[in-house]
């Protein structure tokens, strides 16, 4: 996410010989061999600082229904999402369907899988747990079994080193994948792995989990039971679940559940997306599967579906991705609802896209892409096959408020009639009176309203809609399918985003829950009044916050932060004279150890015995730490500016001008 790095889809290239504790681009990589693991030679290195997930995921049990586990498997793991500061692949692959989702698991063929901190950040944002693998398969897992398993004490050992990898960098358990034959005495052995690894998860991170994936049996064999039956249970028993593969017939997991009883939703039954040997074929039949299982009430293990955009299925990832993700919500339903708690804000951002803004201004038109910065994400419902003449999408190339998304409504309108669209479910219990703030813009006649719905414990439902005050909307139709008309008030005016307005209203509904925010589509009442017609209409909803009406960021001022440069390197650039390069780590911490969670941008403003530039916007971080790696200096810059733009989780963020920097020069 930079104008300093490689071109847009272009691959940056490791080291011949990476030395992870040499200063580089920080990057996400797993673990090899099990000497990695037990020397803890991966606190040592120059990206562990970066690869920290920022976000947390409060404690919380799983909930007693049926459960959907996604596998991530894409070309093999550690694609553009190893770039832990971000790249710059507008089109790199991602998950936005969370609200279709209770656990994500960061799967690679590599020993010990670390899931890159942008998936846990974004997972946690939106409720979801995140394990990663540890396997053993070949003959090298052999090799590596029998060392893991030689005796007890390394078998409680390695279970440690990796309960201390999830707490320290931040994400919720392992799924266990041993697919060697072992010799009988070794299972005595697995089993203390096994539960002591699950012991001390728990105890380290309160809601943890290890799951069991189903190959190795109870005697040592290597042989897939594609269900829970007494080969595997011994297993089952130790952890929190089985992950049971995908060859399985559909009496199968009937008879899971009933071997696993009280426990039956901790059973995953296996999909496999590409449709190798799975129940129902995978791909665009992955529903069958997802049938069976929710019929037999137990849960789900989906694998792969990075399937759509490995093998490009038309007519484009976004499209197919939304398609594909609705048949899962046909099936099995929304799991997971929000908001759930307040301050809430959501910029729709996917973490990619072809520019980036901030408060409304476009700071960068570099590609880029980067999960972390990944907004909430709206429920949308797949529109591709309908015939609404109204499309709903998030769109990047379109201008945005924040990040580098927002949602537009494009089509045709019907004076006269309204459109809805489905933002979001709630469950968000209302115990003040709060603001609903959100930036829209719009062409024509084209007006965009927000539809609130609240729900009190007797059941009755009390809904709002939200529109400009001042404005001509075809009230009496609106005002048929709302209880209230709530008139919004223009924000401060944005500065330098004319085309933005930012709109507000107080709403006190206190002891009822917010279930449902959805978006409006309506035309303005034409002057002088005419017969019905049909209209363009375009509309784009930019962002949108609730929050207590005595809710303010507040921003430590840059005084209270220590800011300081390590591996500082000038350098001549080789291939163009009279230019130079910088590479430099930036860390900043509170002086008061104020552990405030915050998001960062960071700016360069380049100065020389003349003239100072304009801040030049280089990237953003989640932790407090950025590594600048090549930044070019034209002939005369002598100093370098970098500032640290702080932005709070309500979408707010610290004017430049007020936020800590550090001068190099």
């Not at 100072?612 to 989640?622: L, N, S, V």
């Given at each position: ?22 200063p ?27 690869n920290?997930?920022s ?29 832990v500061q ?31 901190p ?5 997972a ?6 995140v ?12 090799q ?14 390695y279970?440690?080193?990796l309960?201390?990898l ?65 080969s ?56 069958v599967a ?7 009430d ?29 048949l899962?919500e ?12 307040l301050p809430?804000?959501s910029n ?41 003449l109204i ?35 709630g ?31 007797a ?40 085309d933005?307005?930012?709109?507000k209203?107080r ?22 009044p005419?017969t ?6 375009h509309a ?6 609730v ?6 960021t ?8 220590l800011?300081?440069?390590?591996y ?16 430099v ?11 405030s969670?915050?998001?960062?941008n ?9 003239r ?11 932790v ?28 707010a ?7 800590p ?5």
């Open positions: 996410m930079s104008s300093y790095e490689v071109a847009a889809g272009e691959e940056k290239p490791a080291p011949a010989e990476f030395d992870p504790a040499l580089s681009v920080p990057v996400a990589y797993p673990l090899k061999t099990l000497e990695e693991l037990e020397s803890r030679s991966y606190f040592r290195s120059f990206h562990y600082p970066f920290v997930a976000v947390d995921l409060p404690p919380a049990e799983l909930p007693k229904r049926g459960r959907v586990l996604v596998c991530h498997d894409m070309q093999g793991g550690y694609v553009d999402d190893k770039w971000g790249g710059n692949n507008p089109d790199a692959y991602a998950i936005w369907h969370w609200h279709l989702i209770d656990i994500f698991v960061y799967f690679s063929h590599n020993l010990v899988t670390l899931p890159p942008c998936w846990t950040n974004t946690h944002r939106h409720g979801v747990k394990l990663g693998t540890f396997i053993a398969e070949w003959e090298e897992g052999k590596t079994c029998n060392k893991l398993l030689a005796t007890k004490a390394t078998a409680q050992m279970a440690e080193r309960v201390e999830a707490a320290m960098l931040g994400f919720d358990g392992w799924l266990l994948n041993l697919e060697v034959g072992l010799n009988q005495e070794q299972i005595p052995i697995l089993k203390e792995f096994v539960s002591h690894l699950t012991q001390k998860m728990h105890d380290a991170i309160p809601g943890s989990l290890v799951i069991w994936y189903d190959a190795v049996t109870v005697d040592g064999r290597l042989i897939w039971q594609n269900q829970l039956n007494d595997n249970k011994p297993f089952f028993d130790l952890c929190d679940g089985l992950f049971a593969n995908y060859s399985w017939a559909e009496r199968y997991a009937k008879n899971s559940a009933d071997l696993a009883g009280d426990r039956k939703y901790d059973v995953y039954m296996g999909i496999d997306v590409f449709g190798r040997n799975t129940f129902g074929g995978g791909q665009w039949t992955t529903n997802l049938d069976v299982i929710k019929k037999a137990v849960s789900t293990a989906i694998f792969a579906p990075g399937w759509l955009y490995e093998t490009k299925q038309p007519p484009d990832f976004e499209t197919a991705q939304n398609r594909w993700w609705s899962v046909k099936s099995w339903g929304v799991v997971r609802h929000y908001p759930k708690s809430f804000y729709f951002d996917q973490g990619r896209g072809y520019h980036y803004s901030v408060d409304g201004k476009t700071v960068s038109e570099a590609p880029w892409n980067n999960i972390s910065r990944q907004g909430t994400q709206p429920f949308l419902e797949f529109s591709g096959d309908s015939k609404d499309q709903v999408a998030v769109d990047f190339k379109e201008s945005s408020y924040s990040g580098g998304g927002s949602i537009t409504f494009k089509g045709i309108h019907e004076d006269g009639k309204s459109f809805t669209a489905r933002l979001f479910d469950a968000l219990v209302m115990e003040t009176p709060v603001h609903f703030t959100y930036s829209v813009k719009s062409e024509g006649r084209s007006m965009l309203g927000l539809a609130l719905e609240f729900s009190s414990d059941g009755r439902r009390h809904t709002f809609i939200l529109v400009p005050r001042g404005s001509t909307p075809m009230l009496n139709q609106l005002e048929g399918n709302f209880s209230e008309v709530i008139f919004t008030d223009p924000c401060s005016k944005l500065q330098g985003a004319s933005w307005v930012k709109r209203c709403i006190d509904m206190s002891g009822r829950t917010l279930t449902k925010i959805n978006a409006v589509c309506y035309t303005e009442k034409k002057t002088p005419s019905h017609s049909n209209a363009g209409f784009v909803l930019g962002d949108f916050a929050k207590t009406v005595d809710h303010v507040k921003f430590p001022p840059a005084s209270s932060w800011v300081e440069g390590e500082i390197k000038w350098s001549p650039d080789k291939s163009s004279p009279g230019l130079r390069r910088l590479s780590k930036i860390k900043w911490g509170s002086k008061s150890r104020d552990s969670y915050f998001r960062y960071i700016y360069a403003v380049k100065s020389s015995a003349t100072q530039e304009e801040p030049e916007f280089i990237g953003t971080a989640e407090r730490a950025f590594y600048v790696s090549d930044l070019v200096l034209s002939p005369g810059v002598t100093s370098v500016k970098f500032i640290v733009q702080l932005g709070g989780v309500d979408g963020f610290q004017g430049l001008s007020e936020s920097f550090l001068l190099l020069s």
